[in-house]
């Protein structure tokens, strides 16, 4: 996931790194496309392909990794990294970053616990956050859409997935800030300062969640921690450990992209004022506007892959061991797969995007983020149908993997 790589250089892979590409990366991905869709670059010394077709058929094959062990040794500082340990432990208990047999083991008692049914009883309950927030913005003239409403919900609903109290939103928050600012990697990390902070966030989540896990295995109650205690899959249950590193992966990886999908979708409608009165005329036009939200800001702009062995594709030469990024972002926008890609059109049908993977690492959260995305911009286009933007430019976070706006001001009405 490193993204070490934000500098003015517009020569350089079609600009895919620049400053001008965190803003908004979609010329540059077209240019890519257009000139040489699959790049091998001298500065990343990585693969990029940037056409739908190749990022659809490369997320499937069994011969690319997504193992990351050897990227986060690369994010510790190079001296006495057996400090740091507990970082490359914990994340190694990630499935989204782990192949094979360790994976399908993870994710196999993780669906046991994260079932249909567990997603479908979290609706209400996410109305009711959603409303809440609502009612507290009523009456301001002017908010921040995304720090006090978008960026709110994803940490809300995952606190009363786990089963976890409210006055810790936080604090949770905070730490699924700071991991994912680490698994991103900002421009010019600080490596030593980085890594420090992390083990202390991960020893600090451990005295957290240690003792819930614990007290969930002695008495379970109606919460994901006790259902992911409990799951069993041919006698194989998850560790402590790995319940703990699966509610981090899940607050990191599924908080950060929920809330940037509920504020990217806010700040498109209102360049498309056409589709914003299409969807307060028909609000039931919701679950075909989120997937057009989905396809048209995809919160994670690329899967990263590492190959396993060398093969050949589509007249290249991929080596062992090179990385591949499969932009996510620029397949979205692909016109051999979507007519007009540019345009945000809410009832676009079909919409296959691939916002949220594809294959055997398809997201897990993938209905979670889908209710989320669909109760909390219904919420908010009732409540406030007339909001504007106080400005038309919004400032991304510095990284071109994921995509997050850094705030979103708006006037109410
Ligand atoms: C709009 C919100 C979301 C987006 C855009 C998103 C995106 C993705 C993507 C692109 C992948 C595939 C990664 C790859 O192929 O390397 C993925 C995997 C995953 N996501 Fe999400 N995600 C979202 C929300 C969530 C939520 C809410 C959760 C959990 C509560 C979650 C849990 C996971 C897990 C566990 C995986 C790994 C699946 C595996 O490797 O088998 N995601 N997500």
Redesign the pocket.
């Known amino acids: 996931m490193t993204d070490t790589l934000s500098i003015d250089d517009t020569q350089d892979s079609f600009g895919l790194f620049t400053a001008a590409a965190v803003h908004d990366p979609y010329p540059f991905y077209q240019r890519a496309r257009e000139t040489e869709p699959i790049h091998w670059s001298e500065r990343a010394q990585a693969w990029y392909f940037t056409r739908y077709r190749d990022v659809f058929v490369l997320?499937t094959r069994p011969d690319l990794s997504?193992d990351r062990v050897e990227t986060l040794y690369s994010y510790l500082p190079t001296t006495d990294t057996d400090r740091f340990s507990n970082i490359i432990e914990h994340y190694t208990r990630w499935?989204?970053y782990r192949d094979g047999a360790y994976?399908d083991r993870l994710?196999a008692l993780?669906m046991k616990a994260m079932t249909p049914r567990a997603i479908e009883a979290m609706r209400p309950k996410i109305q009711m956050r959603v409303e809440t927030l609502l009612d507290s913005l009523e009456g301001q003239d002017q908010f921040d859409a995304y720090l006090d409403f978008a960026a709110r919900i994803?940490v809300q609903v995952m606190i009363d997935l786990l089963g976890l109290p409210m006055s810790d939103e936080a604090m949770l928050r905070h730490w699924s800030d700071r991991c994912s600012n680490f698994l991103f990697q900002p421009v010019n990390p600080d490596r030593e300062k980085l890594a420090d902070e992390q083990r202390q966030i991960l020893d600090a989540q451990q005295d957290y969640f240690i003792p819930i896990i614990r007290e969930r295995r002695a008495r379970p109650r109606a919460d994901m921690i006790s259902a992911m205690v409990q799951a069993d899959v041919d006698g194989e249950k998850l560790t402590d450990m790995e319940v703990l590193a699966t509610c981090n992966?899940?607050a990191t990886?599924?908080g950060g992209?929920?809330r940037s999908?509920i504020a990217m979708a806010l700040w498109r409608l209102q360049q498309f004022p056409d589709q914003l009165a299409k969807l307060k005329a028909n609000p039931k036009l919701i679950n075909l506007a989120a997937e057009e939200f989905?396809r048209y800001e995809?919160?994670?702009q690329r899967?990263?892959r590492t190959a396993c062995e060398s093969f050949d594709y589509e007249g290249h030469h991929i080596e062992e061991g090179q990385i591949l990024h499969l932009m996510?972002g620029s397949a979205n926008r692909d016109p051999e797969q979507f007519p007009d890609p540019d345009r945000l059109d809410l009832a676009r049908n079909p919409n296959r995007h691939v916002?949220?993977?594809h294959g055997?690492?398809?997201?897990?959260?993938?209905s979670?983020?889908r209710m989320e995305?669909r109760v909390a911009l219904d919420g908010f286009i009732r409540r406030f149908p007339d909001y504007r933007l106080v400005s038309d430019e919004i400032v991304f976070m510095d990284r071109t993997a994921s995509r997050r706006p850094t705030s979103l001001p708006v006037f109410a009405r």
Do not use: E, R
């Open positions: 997320q997504v499935l989204l994976h994710k993780f994803p992966m899940m990886a599924g992209t929920s999908a989905l995809a919160p994670t899967s990263i996510l916002t949220l993977g055997v690492h398809y997201c897990l959260g993938a979670l983020a995305l």
